[in-house]
C-alpha cells in the first residue's frame, strides 16, 4: 500500500498507485475543470502532487500546454532567475561489474577500452578542466568492488580538491556512484561531497529487473532505498533523475515524482536536483532497442511539467541533449548545464578517447567558452557558483531560502561574481566584453543598495587578480 513516509521501495514506490494514477490521468485529461484546478494549484508557486503532473502532462490540449509552459518560464525567473550554473562530469573508471543492458560499461562488453584513472592521471584531468574554466564537477565511476573500491573514490575526491593551476580551482566535487551503505555515505559527506546523485533508470521493478540481469544493481530495492541512507549518513542534498526511453515515461515520470514526495515526507526535503536524461547510442548500445522514445515535443513538456511540479528543485540536462532542445530546456525550467563535456574516461587530456570509452555519445559539442557565450547571448548569466555549498546552505537551509524568495540575494551576486572570475581568466575576447555587460546588468537588479556596493567592490578586487568571494 502507498506510503510515503516508508522506508521501504515497494511502499512509497507503489506499482497499484502509480497504475492507479495513470490511469485517472488518462480519464481527467480532457477534464477542463480539473486541468483549469491544476495549473491554479500550480500558480501558487508551491508544487503539484504525482497524480496532478501526470494528468497536466497526459493534457493534449494546446492552450492547457502553452499555459503550463508558460507558467514554468514564470516558476523558473521565480525562483532562479536568469542564472545557469555550469559544471562538467569527470569520468574515473569505467570498470564495472554490473551487466545494465543501456549502458556500454556493462561487464559483459569485451569491445570497450577499460581504464581507470591513476591519482596522477586524475591531476592532469583536473587541470584540463581548470583550463577551461569548470569550478564544479560531477565524478562518474562505474561500480567495481576491486577496480573502484569507496577508498579509490575517496583518495580521488581528496586529489580533485587538492590541484590548484593558475586561478583554477574545483571547489565542488558533486559525487554519482553507485549505491552504498550508510557508513560509506557518512564518508563520502566526510569527504565534502556536494550532492550525492543517483538515477533510478526506471522505477517499474519489473522492467528495472530486466534492464539489470546481474551485478549489485539489480537489486531493486537496496538502489531505490539509497537516497534514504545517504540522508541519514548526513547527505542532505542529493539528486534524483530517470533514464527516459527505458519504460513507458508516465510511469517513471509519477514514479520520480513519488520518490521526491517520500524524501520531503519523511526527511523534511526534497531533492536539490532532478535530472532528465535521454537514452543515446554509446558503443555497442543501440537506441533502436528501446521502443518507448521520447520526442523532443513531449520531452519538453516534461520538463515545464516537472518545473511546475517541484518548483524548488533544480533541473539538469546534459549535453546528450542538442543545443536546439537544451535551449527550450533552460527557458522551461532547467537551471543547470553540463559544458565542454567529456564522457569518457581521460577525455579532458585526450580527446579520442571518446571514441572508444564514453559512456554515451553527446550531441551539443560546443567548448565551455561557446555554451557561455550562448548563454550569454540569450539573456542568462552563466554560474560557477559553489556558495550554498560551502557556507553550509543545503538541504532545508536551501531549500527555505529558496521557498521565501531569499536565496537570490546571495546567488544573484555570487554568480556575477564567478562569472567576473571567468571573463578575467578564461574567456575569448568577445565573450569578455558580452559577460561584461551582462555583469553591469545584473548589478541593476540587486534589491540591496549594500549588496550592490559589495559587489562592485569585489568585482573590482578580481580585476586586480583577487578570487573566490562569496555571499
Known amino acids: 500500500m502507498y506510503n510515503p513516509q516508508s522506508k521501504s521501495a515497494t511502499d512509497f514506490i507503489d506499482h497499484a498507485e502509480i497504475s492507479a494514477s495513470i490511469e485517472h490521468a488518462r480519464r481527467h485529461s480532457s477534464d477542463r475543470r480539473e486541468l483549469e484546478r491544476i495549473l491554479a494549484k500550480g500558480a501558487l508557486m508551491k508544487g503539484l502532487d504525482h ?62 577500452a577499460r581504464r581507470k ?36 573514490i575517496l583518495e580521488s575526491i581528496e586529489t580533485i580538491y587538492s590541484v590548484r593551476h593558475a586561478n583554477g580551482a574545483i571547489r565542488r566535487v558533486n559525487v554519482n556512484i553507485a549505491a552504498t551503505s550508510v557508513e560509506n555515505y557518512r564518508r563520502l559527506k566526510d569527504a565534502g561531497i ?33 537516497m534514504d541512507r545517504a540522508m541519514e549518513a548526513g547527505i542532505d542534498d542529493v539528486g534524483l533523475g530517470v533514464l527516459y526511453g527505458l519504460n ?22 526534497g531533492p536539490h536536483t532532478i535530472s532528465v536524461p535521454r537514452i543515446c547510442p554509446a558503443d555497442d548500445i543501440s537506441t533502436a532497442d528501446f521502443p518507448d522514445a521520447v520526442s523532443d515535443e513531449l520531452f519538453c513538456r516534461i520538463i515545464a511539467v516537472l518545473r511546475v511540479a517541484v518548483p524548488y528543485t533544480g533541473m539538469i540536462v546534459s549535453t546528450r541533449e542538442s543545443p536546439a532542445v537544451r535551449a527550450r530546456a533552460i527557458e522551461l525550467g532547467v ?26 555519445d553527446i550531441s551539443d559539442h560546443r567548448t565551455l567558452d561557446e555554451i557561455v557565450s550562448w548563454l550569454l547571448d540569450s539573456g542568462h548569466v552563466p554560474s560557477f557558483c559553489t556558495a550554498c555549498y560551502r557556507e553550509g546552505r543545503t538541504g532545508d537551509r536551501f531549500m527555505a531560502l529558496v521557498k521565501n524568495g531569499k536565496i537570490a540575494d546571495c546567488c544573484g551576486p555570487n554568480a556575477l561574481l564567478t562569472l567576473k572570475e571567468y571573463l578575467e581568466d578564461y574567456a575569448s575576447p568577445e565573450v569578455k566584453a558580452k559577460g561584461q555587460k551582462a555583469i553591469e546588468q545584473g548589478i541593476a537588479y540587486i534589491n540591496s543598495e549594500k549588496v550592490r556596493g559589495i559587489t562592485r567592490r569585489r568585482l573590482d578586487e578580481i580585476e586586480q587578480g583577487k578570487r573566490d568571494f562569496r555571499f
Request: hydrophobic share 30%.
Open 248 to 269: 513507458t515515461y508516465r510511469y517513471d515520470f509519477t514514479g520520480l515524482l513519488m520518490h521526491a514526495e517520500h524524501l520531503e515526507s519523511r526527511f523534511g526535503v
Open 335 to 360: 537551471s543547470q548545464l553540463s559544458g565542454g563535456s567529456r564522457t569518457s574516461v581521460g577525455g579532458y587530456t585526450d580527446e579520442s578517447r571518446d571514441k572508444d570509452s564514453a559512456q554515451f
Open 117 to 152: 584513472l591513476t591519482q596522477e592521471e586524475i591531476k592532469a584531468e583536473v587541470m584540463a578542466l581548470q583550463r577551461i574554466g569548470h569550478k564544479r564537477i560531477a565524478l562518474e565511476a562505474g561500480e567495481h568492488p576491486v577496480m573502484n573500491p569507496l577508498e579509490y
Open 51 to 112: 497524480r496532478e503532473a501526470l494528468t497536466l502532462l497526459e493534457s493534449t490540449d494546446s492552450e492547457i500546454i502553452e499555459r503550463t509552459a508558460s507558467l514554468a518560464r514564470e516558476i523558473k525567473q521565480r525562483f532562479y532567475g536568469n542564472r545557469i550554473v555550469m559544471f562538467a562530469p569527470l569520468y574515473l573508471s569505467n570498470y564495472c561489474v554490473n551487466s545494465c543492458v543501456y549502458c556500454p560499461y556493462h561487464a559483459k562488453n569485451k569491445n570497450i
Open 194 to 226: 556536494g550532492t550525492y546523485i543517483l538515477f533510478q533508470e526506471t522505477y517499474n521493478r519489473a522492467n528495472y529487473e530486466a534492464l539489470h540481469p546481474a551485478g549489485p544493481k539489480s537489486d531493486y530495492c537496496y538502489h531505490t532505498e539509497a
